[in-house]
């Protein structure tokens, strides 16, 4: 059974920095596009950053340079990397990847990491 975990959420000060988790496990062929989201209360789910096997990474326009998404292929893991952090930020970030295994390519989305930007 596959499963997505995100962990690395937590309470940052504003000016801060996170990192983020998301790892694949169970029976997987290939990790393939992966993208973060983010959901904050009262607000729709955006898309935070894509990052493809063949490396291309799109990034939404409110990152600024500040994030950074990348990944570890051999972990079936992937990561960002969240610098000068502010209290917009706050959010739930969710992991949502397109996973190969022997049935085929499904998506899959993790539980979600609270983040908390504040002083």
């Known amino acids: 059974q596959v499963q997505l975990v995100e962990s690395g959420g937590g309470l940052v000060q504003p000016g801060g920095s996170l990192r983020l988790s998301c790892a694949a496990s169970?029976?997987?062929?290939?990790?393939?596009?992966v993208t973060w989201y983010r959901q904050a209360p009262g607000k729709e789910r955006e898309s935070v950053a894509t990052?493809?096997?063949?490396?291309?990474?799109n990034y939404g326009d409110f990152v600024k340079g500040r994030f950074t998404i990348s990944r570890d292929n051999a972990k079936n893991t992937v990561f960002l990397q969240m610098n000068s952090l502010k209290p917009e930020d706050t959010a739930v970030y969710y992991c949502?990847?397109?996973?190969?295994?022997?049935?085929?390519?499904?998506?899959?989305w993790g539980q979600g990491t609270q983040v908390t930007v504040s002083s």
């Open positions: 169970g029976s997987i062929f290939s990790l393939n596009i």
């Open positions: 949502n990847a397109d996973i190969t295994t022997a049935q085929g390519m499904r998506n899959y």
């Open positions: 990052n493809t096997p063949a490396g291309r990474i």
